[in-house]
């Protein structure tokens, strides 16, 4: 089977070398130059753990890229996953790329070939690209459309790819059903992945439902954590009590900075955008208030460091993160970032440091101080503050980073370093929530 990727970026860069490696061949088309060179190069574009292994195992044998689109020609089955980014001027997707890329590859479709959607989209997509492929192909060529959303997390992309949780089918034939189970065999036979086979909204509902979900318990946790800073109660002791119960769990119960990324943020916010249009606004309307709280919680942290330097201009700061979560390049949408950002737009001298995300830090952020060290960063410091978990700062000596800071006040936005070692070590330890 030959398998053709549109869109190379963190999700179609990791899927095309995951199809690699489950033995198809596999051309991933992108528009982006650099990217393509980048990738056929075996040299990942964006940092992910375990991705670059796969491709310089694959790369030169089986997987290729290229700008090409005529490249996809032979392909039987051909996965679509372009980026839907939130509209400028607007909380809805921009379908820009994903119509393209369906544009692009319409002229090379073989008969019999499978289009399959993973990126994320407005519920009824998948229906209009059906339709524009049926009415554009050539009436001996049998083309068919079927979704099959993507659950990766980033940091895990390649476990998530090769061992997913779940795969869901969103078909309108036995033969896409046939041909995608095919595709998937060895996933569901060694690992007895359950398959979810739906319609096409349905498909495409699950993925924004997933994530509205998991933003919402996040969400949840943060707003349990303002009440917590009133009443004299600690977010994390509740989180544990509350997450005992399996009906709730504790997974994703950290309170914190919030979340951010290139997924959660901008898919509640089309969603809500998507569910306007269908005349059902007040079914997402509390969507409108979880981004609310999420971004509040960014606010939050710049009000602390006021207050606990009396003021801002001219302070200086140390941001320990710029990633919107760890083991990952990602600043999309990123908390960390966000924050620092706030504080520099606010007078202080914020000296920034991530252990991968520097670079897109930079271009996305260019007139913050990077540092290119812990140490560098928090030297002279009148206040740390740690918000992007990455083992690295978990790991930080409180003693050590202690001698260099011109005061030890740390602010843990993300609840996980060990309090009675920084206040052990003489640290004023703040978090969020307790
Ligand atoms: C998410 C979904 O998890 C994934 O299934 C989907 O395919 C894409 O969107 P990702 O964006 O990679 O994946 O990040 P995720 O691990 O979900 O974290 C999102 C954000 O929430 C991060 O900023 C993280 O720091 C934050 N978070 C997570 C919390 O603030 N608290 C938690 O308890 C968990």
Redesign the pocket.
């Known amino acids: 089977m030959r398998i053709a990727v549109i869109g190379t970026g963190?999700?179609g860069a990791v899927h095309a070398a995951g199809m690699a490696e489950l033995g198809y061949e596999v051309v991933g088309v992108d528009v982006d130059e650099a990217k393509i060179e980048s990738l056929q190069n075996a040299s990942m574009p964006f940092y992910e753990p375990d991705f670059e292994p796969l491709l310089r195992k694959h790369v030169g044998d089986r997987l290729t890229f290229t700008t090409d689109f005529a490249e996809v020609a032979d392909a039987d089955v051909h996965f679509i996953c372009v980026g839907t980014p939130q509209q400028h001027g607007s909380m809805a997707a921009d379908m820009t790329y994903v119509d393209a890329a369906i544009d692009s590859i319409l002229p090379f479709l073989k008969d019999g070939a499978l289009v399959v959607g993973k990126s994320?989209v407005p519920v009824g997509t998948a229906q209009r690209l059906a339709d524009r492929l049926h009415e554009v192909t050539p009436r001996d060529i049998d083309v068919d459309l079927a979704w099959n959303?993507?659950?990766?997390?980033?940091?895990?992309?390649v476990e998530?790819t090769l061992h997913p949780d779940r795969l869901v089918l969103g078909v309108t034939s036995d033969r896409a059903e046939d041909i995608l189970r095919g595709v998937y065999a060895k996933t569901i036979e060694e690992d007895n992945t359950p398959v979810v086979i739906t319609n096409l909204p349905t498909a495409e509902l699950v993925?924004v439902a997933?994530?509205s979900f998991?933003?919402t318990?996040?969400s949840f946790?943060?707003a349990m954590s303002e009440i917590c800073e009133i009443a004299g109660a600690d977010v994390t002791k509740l989180a544990d009590a509350i997450g005992h119960d399996n009906r709730i769990g504790r997974?994703?119960?950290?309170?914190?900075?919030?979340?951010?990324?290139?997924?959660?943020p901008k898919?509640i916010r089309a969603f809500s955008a998507r569910a306007g249009e269908l005349g059902a606004a007040a079914s997402l309307a509390f969507l409108a208030e979880v981004d609310a709280i999420n971004l509040r919680r960014r606010e939050h942290v710049v009000e602390m460091v006021r207050r606990e330097l009396d003021g801002l201009a001219g302070r200086r700061v140390a941001v320990l993160g710029a990633a919107?979560?760890?083991n990952?390049d990602?600043v999309r949408d990123?908390?960390a970032l966000a924050i620092a950002g706030q504080l520099h737009l606010s007078g202080a001298q914020v000296s920034v440091y991530d252990p991968k995300a520097m670079a897109n830090a930079a271009k996305v952020f260019p007139t913050l101080n990077y540092a290119d060290s812990v140490e560098a960063a928090v030297k002279d410091a009148e206040v740390v503050l740690h918000l992007?978990?990455w083992t690295d700062f978990r790991e930080l000596d409180p003693a050590v980073i202690g001698e260099s800071v011109a005061s030890k006040v740390i602010i843990d936005g993300?609840n996980c370093l060990d309090v009675d070692a920084y206040r052990a070590a003489g640290w004023t330890y703040l978090g969020l929530g307790r």
């Open positions: 963190y999700l994320t959303p993507e659950f990766l997390r980033e940091g895990f992309a998530d993925k997933a994530n998991l933003a318990k996040i946790i943060n997974k994703f119960l950290n309170a914190g900075v919030g979340f951010g990324g290139g997924c959660l898919d919107f979560k760890p990952s990602d990123s908390p992007t978990e993300r």
